[in-house]
């Protein structure tokens, strides 16, 4: 399968790094690397291991602004997962995602 394009919601952290907004949110993230998806079972949560991102930077179920920005992600060894409009649309879950940029 080829990487594509997806878009992903980060917290901005005070230092200016970046790390997920639930689930591995202690980790910082690099820009630039190829990341490996890691399988974190999470009370409260769904299984479904992998990187969530989206095909737009959109997602109007999740808070945005403040600490949250969005980034432009390439995702390898993907699949998608559809959910509804307010949730985002389809949904990719990577085993691999590579940050490239934070949109402003």
Request: with cysteine; proline share 7%; charged share 25%.
């Amino acid at each position: 399968m080829q990487t594509i394009t997806a878009y992903k919601l980060f917290r901005r952290m005070k230092d200016g790094t970046l790390a997920p907004l639930f689930i591995g949110k202690r980790k910082r993230l690099p820009t630039g690397v190829w990341l490996n998806a890691e399988s974190i079972p999470t009370k409260g949560y769904a299984y479904r291991p992998g990187w969530h991102a989206c095909l737009e930077p959109h997602a109007p179920h999740l808070r945005q602004g403040g600490d949250r920005v969005w980034a432009r992600v390439t995702v390898d060894d993907y699949r998608t997962y559809a959910r509804p409009a307010a949730q985002g649309g389809t949904w990719v879950l990577a085993n691999r995602m590579r940050i490239e940029e934070v949109l402003l």
